[in-house]
């Protein structure tokens, strides 16, 4: 009876300590005129490549691979032959800008805890543990530079190896001994890095983290400091997005809201029931089945599914980020290739109705979905099948013209909308869009 007092006691006490809190307590954060024109921005790019890319990469089993029950210390090994003789970056940046994206979020720490770039707070970094010892971040910011991309960059809350990471529930058998974790320490060496990120590579688009999840908000609530983690990124780089994979409505502090797998609104894969804030949106999607290069996974979706989830995802005010994983080599598989190529040629043809526009004024339907840039509205059917479609649109359409040739496209007012007669349509066309004239 009184151990029970004593422990109630001492569960109110922890709930109360800050140590606990969910949330951090934080000032109310106001984004800066820097930060909040470069979210208006970041919505203008409407599309960019995920880059999964690491040590993780030579076993070929997916980014998760050190998971499966095997000791960090012989997962480490594999650095002294990491050597990615067709890594080039510039290659990379040339083809993620013929596929039409405008910035790349590359990988720079997954939870694998292996650095990808040139790090001072711990030698297990691609500099200082492989034989290749090139800085492949410094490579890509200026072959993004050179494109014209911006750069965005993966930053895992896990790790997987370091001792003093707090563990939570995944990576549990890589061999670490649990009495070492050490919060304070963890903090400072992610601090740390993040700094050098945003010092050491030129202006970054977005900070995008991943893995708060390792705690289970109900069952073992953690606090991550994040409040003093993102002011400090907004101190060194005013007009970096702090963007956070979490899975929940967008903290304070965050500047845009980012999905998993699924288009805003949608929640086939399990990530996304959040509800939708007003900040802009992302939602990132593997193009084959795994982030990280898997070799038995070929399932690579055409380019077909990919430009309807591009649309899909626009017409939610969504940007696509839409990934791909490197070979251990370090080029990109030749199937991904084809893919930005395809999207890129569609792109060239039809980006007006994607880039620089926000969600249409009609939310998406079974046919398809609108995107809206000034007085125009883009209708995008999807679905070859109907003969008519239906806008409930309360503006008045002026005129309304097929997007490809031209050619007049009959509208007709309903009590509460539009019609819209459309052509028959081939079974193969990926689009068909209606620029209507509000
Ligand atoms: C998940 C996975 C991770 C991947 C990320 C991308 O959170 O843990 O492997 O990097 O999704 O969205």
């Not at 400072?188 to 202006?203: D, R």
């Not at 997005?241 to 929940?248: C, D, E, G, M, S």
């Not at 969600?359 to 609108?370: F, K, N």
């Not at 008519?388 to 359409?397: D, M, Q, S």
Request: aromatic share 12%.
């Amino acid at each position: 009876m009184i151990k029970q007092t004593i422990y109630s006691a001492i569960l109110a006490l922890a709930a109360a300590s800050p140590a606990f809190a969910a949330e951090p307590a934080q000032s109310h954060y106001v984004p800066t005129a820097e930060n909040l024109a470069a979210r208006e921005q970041f919505a203008d790019h409407g599309f960019g490549v995920f880059i999964h890319w690491g040590l993780y990469s030579m076993f070929a089993q997916g980014e998760w691979y050190l998971n499966k029950g095997i000791s960090a210390d012989e997962y480490a090994k594999s650095a002294a032959a990491f050597y990615p003789a067709n890594f080039d970056a510039r290659a990379w940046a040339k083809a993620i800008k013929e596929a039409g994206a405008n910035y790349v979020c590359f990988t720079t720490r997954h939870h694998d805890g292996f650095s990808m770039f040139g790090t001072k707070q711990s030698p297990y970094n691609i500099v200082d543990a492989t034989p290749f010892g090139r800085d492949v971040l410094k490579e890509l910011a200026d072959a993004c530079a050179a494109e014209g991309l911006k750069l965005h960059l993966y930053y895992s809350h896990i790790d997987w190896t370091r001792p003093d990471y707090p563990s939570g529930r995944t990576g549990l058998s890589t061999g670490r001994d649990p009495k070492l974790r050490d919060w304070p320490s963890y903090y400072k060496f992610m601090n740390a890095q993040l700094t050098e990120l945003l010092t050491n590579y030129g202006p970054i688009g977005a900070i995008w983290f991943d893995g708060l999840w390792d705690h289970d908000e109900d069952k073992t609530p953690f606090d991550w400091q994040l409040g003093p983690q993102y002011e400090m990124i907004h101190r060194l780089q005013p007009q970096c997005l702090v963007a956070n994979n979490h899975h929940q409505v967008p903290f304070e502090g965050e500047d845009i809201q980012i999905f998993e797998r699924d288009l805003p609104g949608q929640n086939e894969h399990g990530l996304s029931g959040q509800d939708i804030s007003q900040l802009h949106l992302e939602t990132c999607q593997t193009m084959n089945g795994m982030w990280g290069y898997k070799i038995a996974d070929q399932e690579y979706k055409d380019a077909k599914t990919l430009i309807h989830y591009l649309v899909g995802a626009a017409g939610r005010g969504a940007n696509l980020l839409l990934n791909v994983g490197p070979q251990p080599d370090g080029s990109i598989p030749a199937t991904a290739l084809e893919r930005f190529k395809e999207m890129g040629q569609w792109l060239k043809e039809n980006g007006r109705t994607i880039y620089a526009t926000r969600a249409g004024d009609v939310a998406p339907q079974a046919w398809g979905a609108t995107t809206r840039s000034g007085d125009k509205l883009y209708v995008h059917v999807l679905d070859n099948e109907p003969a008519e479609i239906y806008l409930p649109l309360t503006a008045k359409i002026k005129k309304a013209t097929a997007f490809a040739d031209g050619s007049k496209i009959k509208t007709t007012k309903t009590p509460d909308g539009w019609v819209l007669t459309l052509p028959a349509r081939n079974t193969d066309t990926i689009d068909y869009i209606v620029e209507c004239q509000l």
